[in-house]
T-cell receptor, first 113, second 114 residues
């Protein structure tokens, strides 16, 4: 099946710093990738749709200036959490779709102190 | 907007008992997908149902898609400790085709007592 990787798997940072998370499709090209966020014991919530070569589409309530998304190539999308605060601590998961099936990366656990 | 509701939120069963989780969408879905997330892990795709009234089986797991394509269920027969985790249903946002992401239900946490 399709493989999606994420890096880093876990990151701890100080409040006010920025953190970059990478999402890669390893064996296929993805013109569209998705970024989700999952708080403990809760479901996945779509944050934004990352489109190769164009601007990302953000869901209502998600600040585009805080969560910067860059889809530089057909195999790489990055999410940068700028000026992170403790309330940004969460599990961030990317996915890419092939024929309506979404393949998820292993996720990145972000802890902001 | 589209809502996907899932019940129950938690289910405790004894090992060997059956388990069912139910999913309801506020809108008709082009397809419905089921995922399993183990504690500390990420969601793993289980199956996709497309046709009205469709039933699919994977060993002890039986998936159903309602006739109106708005509800679905996952039934596990004779649960085992390896079934522990959270089961999510998800429907495509927009018209489907994989271009708009998924709306997830809140998930059902399956807890199995040996």
């Amino acid at each position: 099946g399709a493989v999606v990787s994420q890096h880093p798997s876990r990151v701890i940072c100080k409040s006010g710093t920025s953190v970059k998370i990478e999402c890669r499709s390893l064996d296929f090209q993805a013109t569209t990738m998705f970024w989700y966020r999952q708080f403990p014991k809760q479901s996945l919530m779509l944050m934004a749709t990352s489109n190769e070569g164009s601007k990302a589409t953000y869901e209502q309530g998600v600040e585009k200036d805080k969560f910067l998304i860059n889809h530089a190539s057909l195999t790489l999308s990055t999410l940068t959490v700028t000026s992170a605060h403790p309330e940004d601590s969460s599990f961030y998961i990317c996915s890419a779709s092939i024929q309506e099936t979404q393949y998820f990366g292993p996720g990145t656990r972000l802890l902001v102190l | 907007g589209q809502q996907v509701m899932q019940i129950p939120q938690y289910q405790h069963v004894q090992e060997g008992e059956d388990f069912t989780t139910y999913c309801n969408s506020s809108t008709t879905l082009s397809n419905i997908q089921w995922y399993k997330q183990r504690p500390g892990g990420h969601p793993v795709f289980l199956i996709q149902l497309v046709k009205s009234g469709e039933v699919k089986k994977q060993k002890r797991l039986t998936f159903q898609f309602g006739e109106a394509k708005k509800n679905s269920s996952l039934h596990i027969t004779a649960t085992q400790t390896t079934d522990v985790g959270t089961y999510f249903c998800a429907g495509p946002r927009g018209s489907g085709g994989g271009a708009d992401g998924l709306t997830f239900g809140k998930g059902t946490h399956l807890i199995i007592q040996p």
